[in-house]
């Protein structure tokens, strides 16, 4: 897993299967060529996929299409390894981070050539950046082993190389450089001595860094640590020896995509396109478990709990990006109540509510609740990440708000921390005392802002899903989920009526129940059982909907559309007139509140204590299902085929 | 594996590689048959079969290649070492 993070860039999703045919509608059909092209490189795309984005940039630029609203930028590529290899990876890496790249070629092995001379085609084409690409091998660092003195001259030598190359592009062209460190080769001559004794390679390489990062401070040049992203990935995996051999390749071309997408965030730096804020889920986000059904004492967030220290060590990484001016905000489907209830009482939880700049805890959508979030912080959508352990929402802000860049989060929450910040989304340049000014501007804020319209077309969102609903009666099988969720659920729960496995086994039996389990899943997976109802017979044609419960991580999906049109299915099949709901308040489950009255009850009465009843007649009851299929097992004699339910208006 | 299965996975690499769907891989297609079929592709061409098929190739082994048959060789020569 985190070999392949680096490797793949697991933060960003697959390439979808019709990827090529996707490249070749955009050439059939150029219109809003750019924000397409930056939409199908936001995918993880190995080299030959990055390869062909570049040629559909070329062949658009030819044609004369509008690249907008990705920003133009011309970059020279300095190197005395194969540049042509890097330069088609970077142009279609960039596009991802909003460039429209033009790449310029120097010859193999020209830097200083080409840097000092004014006719040089790198001075002529007078470029926005020059690259310098140089690895160890175009550095003089050979030197007597043992003397400080000479490994101190080499070290001198090896910077002024680098620096006559950019004070030639600077004379001659005016340019920002990016300069690269140095990686290392794999190979140790004493071992761990190499370290220690003056004019070793890695003596002497460890010195150039630190000079070339000194060099860096003070001017308008970028520093590009290349040293760092080869110890991230391992010395061994980033040369290739062969791949030196055979084509002059600098490092192993599989790190090819993850070298661009470096180069890529630092232009995007450049020409101020970096993220600025980080919208955070909460529930199995933040902490472990989920607030509303776990309560205060059983989220995971705390020191001792290997869980619990994953959660902390994301939010020490949020702590600290907000520390040198990332802003916060948080979307979370839950009561505002309960989902600031942490933030306030839980004893180990590091992030409090006055780091939080904007809070948006309600059952809206996300994309929704995320173009508001930025609104109130004045940021574009294009300046936000969105954290969110959960698939659905992840594709849902995803396919709604293309903008926002969405890291894909691996099953294991100590990796989340990792996963953020490989994606390297608040790649910066400078840091000044305003960055540090902003986290103090937003403090003791946690502003909630108002409900919004829908940010898109969540029920077009919907019926991509796939989704796939079984309903079946309850069963042995099931009856320990059942029983588990009964005495779980504390949210989307009508009643909480709490029952003994003993108890359900009853209902499961008797005659006088109809019970329902149900199941849901979709493209991302199966969700297993997510909803469970009891209904008990009264006279002849009545049901009272004793128990009605909902995981909450199915919320917005048109879950309870269906299940009341299972019920009313089975209702009718026996003679059943009339339903009768009812809703008894916890400080849990406000938001259940008006479910009755959203699924076309009647309110028949209401009692002191905030109890409500409500009746529904079977004959005009009219439910609006939503599109996903719809599976029934096990309903005994009355067993019926599979329906599907299409979109309605 | 087979040496039809390696055709068929080397049918995907040759489409990824030289963006084009309607290329057929047979053993004597060779670099003059492939529009872009130039050094510098036929380098991403071996080192996606590397990644592919998860073998590593010598510069010789490679600097050999004549035909898409000797490839498909080297190929099953690596997977059977292994």
Redesign the interface.
Request: proline letters at 4%; a negative charge.
């Given at each position: 897993m985190c070999f392949s993070l680096f490797r793949e860039l697991s933060w960003l999703p697959k390439s979808p299967p019709d990827f090529?045919l996707r490249?070749r509608a955009l050439v059939d059909n150029p219109i809003d060529f750019g924000r397409r092209l930056q939409g199908l490189a936001s995918f993880r795309l190995?080299?030959?996929?990055l390869?062909?984005l570049a040629?559909l940039t070329t062949i658009a630029r030819k044609a004369g299409a509008d690249l907008q609203p990705l920003v133009p930028f011309r970059l020279a590529v300095l190197s005395n390894s194969t540049a042509?290899?890097i330069i088609p990876t970077l142009v279609g890496t960039a596009a991802r981070h909003g460039i429209a790249l033009e790449c310029i070629k120097a010859d193999y092995d020209q830097v200083i050539q080409q840097a000092l001379s004014p006719e040089s085609v790198i001075n002529r084409a007078k470029p926005d950046g020059v690259l310098l690409a140089v690895d160890y091998r175009a550095l003089p660092l050979g030197c007597q082993l043992g003397s400080r003195e000479e490994a101190a001259n080499v070290v001198r030598q090896a910077l002024s190389f680098i620096e006559t190359a950019r004070t030639g592009l600077k004379a001659n062209s005016n340019v920002v450089c990016i300069v690269q460190t140095i990686a290392p080769p794999a190979e140790r001559l004493f071992g761990s001595l190499d370290r220690v004794l003056p004019g070793a390679l890695r003596y002497v390489i460890e010195r150039v860094n630190i000079g070339l990062a000194e060099s860096i401070v003070g001017t308008e040049d970028i520093l590009l640590d290349v040293a760092g992203l080869a110890e991230t990935v391992g010395l061994a995996e980033w040369h290739s020896p062969?791949?030196w051999?055979?084509?002059k390749l600098a490092f192993s071309?599989?790190y090819l995509p993850l070298y661009a997408d470096h180069v890529a965030r630092v232009l995007a730096a450049l020409r101020g396109k970096s993220r600025r804020a980080l919208v955070l889920d909460l529930d199995n986000t933040l902490w472990g478990g989920v607030i509303g059904d776990d309560g205060i004492e059983g989220i995971q967030c705390a020191q001792g709990d290997p869980a619990g220290e994953a959660y902390l060590s994301l939010q020490r990484l949020v702590l600290d990006l907000r520390a040198r001016g990332i802003v916060l905000a948080v979307s979370s489907k839950n009561n505002d109540e309960t989902a600031r209830l942490p933030f306030r009482e839980h004893p180990e939880m590091l992030i409090r509510e006055e780091h939080i700049a904007v809070f948006q805890a309600n059952w809206n959508d996300k994309a929704t609740n995320i173009k508001a979030i930025a609104k109130e912080l004045s940021l574009g959508v294009d300046s936000l990440v969105f954290l969110d352990d959960n698939p659905v929402e992840r594709n849902l802000v995803h396919e709604l708000l293309p903008e926002v860049a969405v890291p894909e989060l691996p099953s294991d929450p100590a990796l989340y921390a990792r996963t953020l910040a490989a994606a390297g989304y608040f790649e910066s340049i400078r840091f000044s005392d305003e960055d540090l000014k902003r986290a103090r501007y937003y403090q003791d804020n946690a502003k909630r802002v108002g409900l919004q319209t829908a940010a898109g077309d969540v029920d077009a969102y919907l019926a991509s899903l796939e989704m796939e609903i079984t309903f079946q009666p309850f069963d042995e099988t099931g009856r320990g989920r059942i029983t588990q969720l009964i005495n779980k659920s504390n949210q989307y729960n009508l009643t909480t009526k709490r029952y003994t496995e003993a108890e359900v086994a009853v209902a499961e039996r008797d005659t006088d129940f109809f019970t329902l389990q149900v199941r849901l899943s979709d493209r991302f997976g199966d969700n297993g059982m997510i909803s469970v109802v009891i209904c008990r017979q009264h006279a002849d044609s009545e049901w009272e909907i004793d128990t009605w419960l909902m995981s909450c991580r199915v919320l917005g999906r048109g879950v309870e559309q269906m299940v009341l049109g299972e019920i009313l299915h089975h209702a009718e099949r026996r003679g059943i007139r009339k339903l009768i709901g009812s809703y008894r308040p916890t400080d849990r489950n406000k938001l259940v509140r008006d479910h009755y009255s959203k699924l076309g009850f009647t309110q028949v009465r209401r009692d002191a204590d905030g109890s409500t009843v409500w009746e529904l007649q079977t004959e005009t009851a009219n439910v609006a299902e939503t599109a996903m299929k719809v599976r029934r097992l096990d309903f005994g004699p009355h067993r019926e085929a599979s329906r599907r339910v299409t979109a309605h208006a | 594996m087979e040496t039809a299965e390696i055709y068929q996975e080397f049918t995907k690499i040759f489409?990824?590689?030289f963006?084009d769907?309607s290329i057929v891989v047979r053993p004597d297609l060779a670099a003059n048959d492939v529009e872009g079929w130039d050094s510098?592709s036929h380098?991403?061409l071996v080192?996606?079969v590397e990644?592919s098929f998860g073998v590593?190739?010598?510069?010789s082994e490679?600097?050999k290649l004549k035909s898409v048959a000797g490839l498909v060789d080297l190929v099953r020569s690596k997977q059977s070492d292994s």
């Amino acid at each position: 897993m985190c070999f392949s993070l680096f490797r793949e860039l697991s933060w960003l999703p697959k390439s979808p299967p019709d990827f090529s045919l996707r490249c070749r509608a955009l050439v059939d059909n150029p219109i809003d060529f750019g924000r397409r092209l930056q939409g199908l490189a936001s995918f993880r795309l190995d080299e030959n996929q990055l390869n062909h984005l570049a040629k559909l940039t070329t062949i658009a630029r030819k044609a004369g299409a509008d690249l907008q609203p990705l920003v133009p930028f011309r970059l020279a590529v300095l190197s005395n390894s194969t540049a042509d290899f890097i330069i088609p990876t970077l142009v279609g890496t960039a596009a991802r981070h909003g460039i429209a790249l033009e790449c310029i070629k120097a010859d193999y092995d020209q830097v200083i050539q080409q840097a000092l001379s004014p006719e040089s085609v790198i001075n002529r084409a007078k470029p926005d950046g020059v690259l310098l690409a140089v690895d160890y091998r175009a550095l003089p660092l050979g030197c007597q082993l043992g003397s400080r003195e000479e490994a101190a001259n080499v070290v001198r030598q090896a910077l002024s190389f680098i620096e006559t190359a950019r004070t030639g592009l600077k004379a001659n062209s005016n340019v920002v450089c990016i300069v690269q460190t140095i990686a290392p080769p794999a190979e140790r001559l004493f071992g761990s001595l190499d370290r220690v004794l003056p004019g070793a390679l890695r003596y002497v390489i460890e010195r150039v860094n630190i000079g070339l990062a000194e060099s860096i401070v003070g001017t308008e040049d970028i520093l590009l640590d290349v040293a760092g992203l080869a110890e991230t990935v391992g010395l061994a995996e980033w040369h290739s020896p062969t791949e030196w051999n055979l084509a002059k390749l600098a490092f192993s071309n599989s790190y090819l995509p993850l070298y661009a997408d470096h180069v890529a965030r630092v232009l995007a730096a450049l020409r101020g396109k970096s993220r600025r804020a980080l919208v955070l889920d909460l529930d199995n986000t933040l902490w472990g478990g989920v607030i509303g059904d776990d309560g205060i004492e059983g989220i995971q967030c705390a020191q001792g709990d290997p869980a619990g220290e994953a959660y902390l060590s994301l939010q020490r990484l949020v702590l600290d990006l907000r520390a040198r001016g990332i802003v916060l905000a948080v979307s979370s489907k839950n009561n505002d109540e309960t989902a600031r209830l942490p933030f306030r009482e839980h004893p180990e939880m590091l992030i409090r509510e006055e780091h939080i700049a904007v809070f948006q805890a309600n059952w809206n959508d996300k994309a929704t609740n995320i173009k508001a979030i930025a609104k109130e912080l004045s940021l574009g959508v294009d300046s936000l990440v969105f954290l969110d352990d959960n698939p659905v929402e992840r594709n849902l802000v995803h396919e709604l708000l293309p903008e926002v860049a969405v890291p894909e989060l691996p099953s294991d929450p100590a990796l989340y921390a990792r996963t953020l910040a490989a994606a390297g989304y608040f790649e910066s340049i400078r840091f000044s005392d305003e960055d540090l000014k902003r986290a103090r501007y937003y403090q003791d804020n946690a502003k909630r802002v108002g409900l919004q319209t829908a940010a898109g077309d969540v029920d077009a969102y919907l019926a991509s899903l796939e989704m796939e609903i079984t309903f079946q009666p309850f069963d042995e099988t099931g009856r320990g989920r059942i029983t588990q969720l009964i005495n779980k659920s504390n949210q989307y729960n009508l009643t909480t009526k709490r029952y003994t496995e003993a108890e359900v086994a009853v209902a499961e039996r008797d005659t006088d129940f109809f019970t329902l389990q149900v199941r849901l899943s979709d493209r991302f997976g199966d969700n297993g059982m997510i909803s469970v109802v009891i209904c008990r017979q009264h006279a002849d044609s009545e049901w009272e909907i004793d128990t009605w419960l909902m995981s909450c991580r199915v919320l917005g999906r048109g879950v309870e559309q269906m299940v009341l049109g299972e019920i009313l299915h089975h209702a009718e099949r026996r003679g059943i007139r009339k339903l009768i709901g009812s809703y008894r308040p916890t400080d849990r489950n406000k938001l259940v509140r008006d479910h009755y009255s959203k699924l076309g009850f009647t309110q028949v009465r209401r009692d002191a204590d905030g109890s409500t009843v409500w009746e529904l007649q079977t004959e005009t009851a009219n439910v609006a299902e939503t599109a996903m299929k719809v599976r029934r097992l096990d309903f005994g004699p009355h067993r019926e085929a599979s329906r599907r339910v299409t979109a309605h208006a | 594996m087979e040496t039809a299965e390696i055709y068929q996975e080397f049918t995907k690499i040759f489409h990824d590689v030289f963006n084009d769907d309607s290329i057929v891989v047979r053993p004597d297609l060779a670099a003059n048959d492939v529009e872009g079929w130039d050094s510098l592709s036929h380098i991403r061409l071996v080192l996606t079969v590397e990644r592919s098929f998860g073998v590593k190739f010598s510069a010789s082994e490679i600097s050999k290649l004549k035909s898409v048959a000797g490839l498909v060789d080297l190929v099953r020569s690596k997977q059977s070492d292994s």
